[in-house]
């Protein structure tokens, strides 16, 4: 199926332990919904191989800086960047393990997506995700077009990234080295215009620790009633209304 969707790899972020639930939920819907086979990454259970690779990777103010949450979270990704570079993947999908898909038709844009990517210059990631709740302008939104190049990224809970883009993303953090969280690293990239950004409009995910339906391992974001609610208040604006006027 994943050749199908002109997807060489997907790969999740996820913990060593105390996710099961996660696992469970991936797996219903990843596997059994939309038969996508996919790949599980964490960190090492070695403590002295995370520690090296921090070192490796990391500059100091961002090793004293982060949380552990946050550091872990963010080597996972880097060591996914490994794996898309040695499984020479063309097109990769990075999922957190807290990915929400929005309707049942992401098989079909992906699709979509994944074509308009190949007509693109190599080096870039495509957010695939609404969690910042940021959109395209709807003066710029074509029929028919799905990408639309973008400042900044809308967080790192879902995203395409091509294998140059993946090794544009390690040899920053074996050379200058990585000096954040995740999706501000990638911000940092993309200001410094090593690596380019594109939004997916429509979104084709959510993260469920943004929008109430998950709680989040790495910030002190609850699920609930309240900020489900809230949230979904918040998209209809940002998406319906907000976008007329930018």
């Not at 790899?9 to 059994?32: Q, W």
Request: proline residues 1%; positive net charge.
């Amino acid at each position: 199926m994943i050749n199908e969707t002109g997807v060489d790899g997907i790969y999740v972020v996820h913990g060593i332990t105390g996710y099961e639930s996660r696992e469970a939920m991936l797996e219903n819907v990843l596997k059994k919904q939309y038969g996508l086979s996919y790949e599980l990454v964490t960190e090492y259970h070695d403590s002295l191989v995370n520690e090296n690779l921090i070192k490796n990777y990391f500059n100091q103010e961002a090793r004293e800086s982060l949380h552990r949450g946050a550091l872990y979270c963010t080597l996972v990704h880097i060591l996914i960047y490994e794996k898309i570079i040695q499984n020479n993947n063309r097109f990769a999908l990075i999922f957190e393990n807290d990915v929400c898909f929005i309707g049942t038709d992401f098989l079909e844009k992906i699709k979509l997506v994944v074509e308009e990517a190949k007509k693109l210059e190599e080096g870039f990631i495509i957010s695939i995700e609404n969690t910042t709740l940021e959109f395209p302008s709807w003066k710029i939104v074509k029929k028919g077009k799905y990408l639309y190049e973008a400042l900044s990224g809308r967080c790192a809970g879902a995203y395409l990234i091509d294998k140059k883009g993946a090794e544009i993303m390690l040899n920053d953090a074996t050379t200058v080295k990585c000096c954040n969280v995740i999706d501000w690293w990638h911000n940092d990239m993309i200001n410094r215009k090593i690596i380019r950004m594109y939004w997916a409009h429509p979104p084709l995910t959510e993260q469920g620790s943004f929008n109430g339906k998950l709680n989040s391992s790495i910030s002190m974001r609850n699920i609930g009633l309240k900020r489900r609610i809230k949230w979904l208040a918040q998209k209809y604006y940002k998406m319906y209304i907000l976008r007329i006027f930018r």
